[in-house]
């Protein structure tokens, strides 16, 4: 079966939008900075990020082939409550993230927790070669369950109709998804200030909130009707 049109679509737009990721950027500009604040050379520093940029790469890929796995051994008939009950949760994570546009810091959200927050910039001052694979994996794994709204979507969706071309699709949506870091790596490499950078990040975070927000309340909706039967892509 060859890759329909309006899933493709939506797992690039979906991946789009889940790639402009607060805190996996956040890491990289810090050990960025860490290893052009020792003088580190480009090659180094092109080395060390490509090297956590593939680790969140392959840790996510990883995940979700996992939850497709566990999805597709369910019965379908609970697959099919599950998704509406995935699709619940995932409208009221995209609630959470409008809220946070408005009411920043009030009341739950949807971010990792200041243990784990801690932990992160301990790992990423460790800039060998196994530190920042570590560090990759362990920001992909840390994150997923907080701000992996929209992954879940997806995979929950491609695992109603599991192939060769879905699995395309996943791999895809995990390109797109670190795509931003390997565009903020070389740019850094380029010579371009990491204050530049630092300053976009938080001058753009709460409208990055509103757009996940939004789309994560689409891609809820969406799943409720494929679930339903409303929606058939095939």
Same mark, same amino acid.
């Given at each position: 079966m060859g890759i329909e049109l309006p899933t493709l679509s939506l797992?690039?737009? +979906?991946?789009?939008?889940?790639?402009?990721n607060p805190c996996a950027i956040g890491v990289l500009i810090l050990m960025v900075s860490v290893v052009m604040g020792g003088k580190g050379s480009v090659r180094r520093l092109l080395t060390l990020g490509g090297l956590y940029i593939f680790a969140i790469f392959?840790?996510?890929l990883l995940a979700g082939l996992g939850l497709i796995y566990f999805l597709a051994s369910i019965p379908l008939f609970v697959a099919e409550y599950l998704?509406?009950?995935v699709g619940g949760i995932i409208i009221l994570a995209g609630l959470l993230e409008i809220k946070d546009f408005y009411w920043y810091g009030k009341g739950f959200s949807l971010q990792i927790p200041s243990y784990f927050s801690n932990k992160i910039h301990k790992f +990423?001052?460790?800039?060998?070669?196994p530190g920042v694979i570590f560090l990759?994996?362990?920001?992909?794994g840390v994150?997923?369950?907080c701000t992996g709204a929209p992954y879940l979507a997806i995979i929950t969706v491609l695992s109603l109709n599991f192939n060769f071309a879905a699995f395309l699709l996943l791999i895809l949506y995990n390109i797109i998804f670190v795509l931003p870091l390997v565009v903020i790596l070389f740019l850094v490499a380029g010579g371009t200030k990491i204050s530049a950078i630092q300053n976009w990040k938080e001058g753009s975070k709460g409208y990055m909130r509103l757009m996940i927000g939004l789309m994560l309340i689409g891609l809820g909706w969406l799943l409720i009707l494929i679930a339903n039967g409303t929606i058939n892509f095939g």
């Open positions: 797992v690039v737009i +979906s991946a789009a939008i889940d790639s402009i392959l840790t996510y998704a509406l009950v +990423s001052k460790n800039l060998t070669i990759g994996a362990f920001i992909a994150e997923l369950p």
